[in-house]
């Protein structure tokens, strides 16, 4: 039996204001699941590292990237990897995800909320982006399962034309934004090239399931 297909074994369930969320292993694998809905596992991240890659090509400047969502880790380590990346802030509103990220799930990432360049904050990213003036030359999101399909209904505000206009005022000149999105979302791709003007979509196959999309907007 391929560990994918193993029957779930719950590891740790933890209530937070926003609801449930659960740590759970499939033979060698994790995954996070928050209100009953499927977030994120270890056995394919191969959309996640490529929010971080191709915006990583698409921009001549990396000193500062931000990532929304730490997830498992990926699209962090996948940041770390690039050498002419000096600084990667982390913005993460779950505990018990960062937490686990510290321990159980810290091999998966090689350890990357611990390395030198991480700079994690603990904090809503919509509320975040409204107070902070810093500016980074890439913004990569991967917060909640997108702009159609949301577990929580106050991420909306992170994809619609007044979270655009905070994303942008964050973006350095040059820089590049990109999301992460479980559904093709073309409304959302045709708010972007309104707004941004070209977008580039990612279709990312998956062994198991349909694809993941990566939007990117420079």
């Not at 740790?12 to 033979?27: C, D, F, S, V, Y």
């Not at 699209?75 to 002419?84: F, K, R, V």
């Not at 979270?163 to 964050?170: C, I, T, V, Y």
């Amino acid at each position: 039996m391929n560990d994918v297909d193993c029957p779930a074994q719950v590891i740790e369930r933890a209530t937070t204001p926003r609801g449930e969320i659960q740590l759970q292993r499939r033979g060698e694998y994790f995954e996070v699941i928050s209100n009953g809905t499927f977030l994120m596992a270890t056995y394919n991240g191969d959309s996640e590292r490529l929010l971080v890659r191709r915006a990583l090509q698409l921009t001549s400047r990396r000193d500062h990237v931000l990532i929304g969502g730490l997830g498992v880790g990926f699209s962090l380590q996948e940041a770390l990897l690039d050498p002419t990346v000096h600084t990667v802030t982390v913005v993460e509103i779950e505990d018990k995800v960062i937490e686990w990220n510290r321990s159980i799930l810290a091999e998966a990432s090689g350890q990357a909320l611990a390395h030198p360049k991480t700079r994690l904050v603990h904090a809503d990213l919509v509320t975040w982006l409204r107070e902070t003036r810093e500016t980074f030359d890439l913004i990569c999101l991967d917060i909640d399962n997108g702009p159609d399909w949301r577990v929580f209904d106050d991420n909306a505000s992170l994809y619609d034309v007044e979270g655009l206009k905070a994303l942008r005022s964050r973006l350095r000149e040059g820089g590049c934004l990109s999301f992460w999105s479980a559904t093709p979302s073309p409304d959302f791709a045709r708010q972007l090239e309104e707004f941004f003007g070209r977008v580039e979509s990612c279709e990312v196959p998956q062994a198991h399931g349909d694809p993941d999309y990566i939007f990117l907007v420079r």
